[in-house]
C-alpha cells in the first residue's frame, strides 16, 4: 500500500504540469506574441488576374502585415480562385509566413489542403506562388471523395463476392 506521501506525489504531479503543458501548446501555436500580430480578422488578396478578379486570398483570425516584409498570419486560410471567381482550393493552416519577395508561403504547423474530391492533410507546408504549387512536408494524409470526382464513381470495381 502505498504511504500518504506517494499518494500525493501521484496526484499532484499531474496537477503541477498540466498548466505548464497547456502554455507550452498555447504559446507554441502561435509562435509570436498577439501583440506581435496586431490585426484581427484579415481577409486580403495575394494576387489578382488581370481583369482585378481575386486569384489568391488570405484570411487569418490574427496577422501582422507589414508595408514591406513577411507576412505572419494564424489561424489561417490560403483560398485559391479560378478566373470567373469560383473558389478551387484552399490551404488551412495554424500558422504561416508568406515572403513577398520569393512569393512563398511556408509553416511547421498543420496543415490541411482542400479541393473538390479529395483533401490532403499533414505537417508543414510550401506554397510557390509563381509555379502555382503547394507541398505537404510531413505525415501526409490523402481522402479522396470519389463521389465528387467526375468519372471515378466508374472506374472503381466493387469486390467479388465469395
Same mark, same amino acid.
Given at each position: 500500500m502505498k504511504s500518504f506521501a506517494e499518494n500525493c506525489r501521484v496526484r499532484w504531479l499531474p496537477a503541477l504540469f498540466l498548466p505548464v503543458l497547456f502554455a507550452s501548446a498555447v504559446a507554441g501555436q502561435?509562435?509570436?506574441p498577439n501583440e506581435k500580430l496586431p490585426m484581427v480578422d484579415v481577409?486580403?488578396?495575394l494576387e489578382v488576374y488581370e481583369d482585378g478578379t481575386v486569384k489568391t486570398r488570405v484570411l487569418a483570425g490574427r496577422a501582422r502585415i507589414p508595408a514591406a516584409g513577411d507576412i505572419v498570419?494564424?489561424?489561417?486560410?490560403? +483560398?485559391?480562385y479560378a478566373p470567373d471567381g469560383t473558389l478551387e482550393? =484552399?490551404?488551412v493552416s495554424e500558422r504561416?509566413?508568406? @515572403? =513577398?519577395q520569393k512569393g512563398v508561403a511556408t509553416s @511547421?504547423? =498543420?496543415?490541411?489542403? +482542400? =479541393?473538390?474530391?479529395a483533401t490532403i492533410s499533414g505537417e508543414g507546408f510550401e506554397w510557390h506562388a509563381g509555379e502555382q504549387y503547394?507541398?505537404?512536408?510531413?505525415?501526409a494524409k490523402v481522402v479522396f471523395y470519389h463521389r465528387e470526382?467526375?468519372?471515378?464513381?466508374?472506374?472503381?470495381?466493387?469486390?467479388?463476392? +465469395?
Open positions: 502561435t509562435n509570436e481577409v486580403m488578396p498570419a494564424v489561424d489561417a486560410k490560403i +483560398e485559391f482550393s =484552399r490551404v504561416f509566413r508568406y @515572403d =513577398r @511547421d504547423g =498543420r496543415v490541411r489542403y +482542400e =479541393r473538390k474530391g503547394v507541398k505537404i512536408l510531413n505525415n470526382i467526375k468519372g471515378l464513381r466508374s472506374r472503381l470495381k466493387r469486390p467479388e463476392k +465469395e
